[in-house]
């Protein structure tokens, strides 16, 4: 396949709206395995779109007004009732983070209760969880680092960061291709690894390996985008024991109305 090609169907697949603001190294990649799949260009640019579709636009049904999200945020008091509010109603705007939001409590109080301090936390591909920071057992001056594959987002969240006084910084980086291996004390991998290996059916895997992390919050959805639930619970914790195999790692369980979630301490 040549350069050229690849280049040509990346210019083309980021022209559209809907994908401009994807960190170019994913469209690459997906755009090559494309490439050497299908007849033409034109149906490898078809192709990749779509790919993309299901592992990012999907989540993100209508466009998010990040300004007037800003707006509101500044004009509330960090700490107040009506500031949480603000974050709740924007994490509405991404499908994933949004289905987390009828038990968003329980879930951090539940799966991170009982860890010993942590310093340093890692949100790969983080939606719009950042904005769950108000809402984390965390000491305030954790060093959070929010990485996934939207530009745009990631600007906002770091806006975000300025506005709540987060020790934040974010990273645009496709975890497949470039997974950050520094050190971390939290890592968390919400309903990831199953969008991962859409790509690669390697991907979870090599990620798992490639991380440096004390403690991993792993978890799966456990019903689909369209809200049915097809055995999800059962395939998932299959899942996740093959990933666990071998890797002597102390694994506590947890299911929630739609999300099932491993918490990992990994001896490392
Ligand atoms: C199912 S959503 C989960 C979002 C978030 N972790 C949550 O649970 O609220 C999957 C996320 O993965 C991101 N993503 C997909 N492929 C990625 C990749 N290769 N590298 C980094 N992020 C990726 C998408 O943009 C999307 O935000």
């Known amino acids: 396949m040549s350069e050229e090609l690849l280049k040509s169907l990346t210019e083309q697949v980021r022209q559209g709206s809907k994908y401009r603001d994807i960190a170019p190294e994913l469209v690459r990649r997906i755009?090559?395995?494309?490439l050497a799949k299908?007849?033409?260009l034109k149906e490898a640019v078809k192709a990749t779109k779509n790919k993309l579709h299901q592992i990012g636009a999907a989540y993100q049904p209508g466009r998010i007004n990040y300004e007037e999200g800003l707006a509101l945020l500044r004009e509330a008091a960090v700490s107040s009732p009506h500031f949480?509010?603000?974050?709740?109603s924007i994490m509405q705007a991404h499908a994933s983070t949004r289905e987390r939001l009828l038990f968003?409590?329980?879930f951090y109080r539940v799966t991170l209760a009982g860890l010993p301090p942590i310093r340093t936390v890692l949100d790969l591909a983080c939606g719009l969880n950042p904005l769950a920071y108000p809402w984390l057992p965390l000491p305030p001056d954790v060093h959070f680092t929010a990485v996934d594959i939207y530009g745009d987002m990631l600007n906002f969240i770091q806006s975000f960061f300025a506005i709540a006084g987060v020790n934040g910084r974010t990273q645009q980086r496709d975890i497949i291709g470039r997974p950050p291996t520094e050190p971390a004390d939290l890592i968390l991998l919400l309903k990831t690894l199953p969008c991962l290996e859409q790509v690669d059916k390697h991907a979870a895997a090599n990620l798992v390996d490639a991380l440096n992390?004390?403690?991993l919050l792993i978890s799966y959805p456990a019903q689909s985008l369209g809200g049915r639930s097809k055995g999800m619970v059962e395939n998932y914790t299959r899942h996740f024991e093959m990933l666990a195999d071998g890797r002597n790692?102390?694994?506590q369980r947890?299911?929630?109305p739609t999300e099932l979630a491993f918490l990992v301490q990994t001896n490392r």
């Open 213 to 215: 992390g004390r403690y």
């Open 84 to 88: 949480r509010a603000i974050c709740h």
């Open 249 to 251: 790692w102390q694994v």
């Open 104 to 106: 968003i409590d329980e």
């Open 38 to 40: 299908r007849r033409s």
């Open 254 to 256: 947890f299911e929630f």
């Open 31 to 34: 755009g090559a395995q494309e």
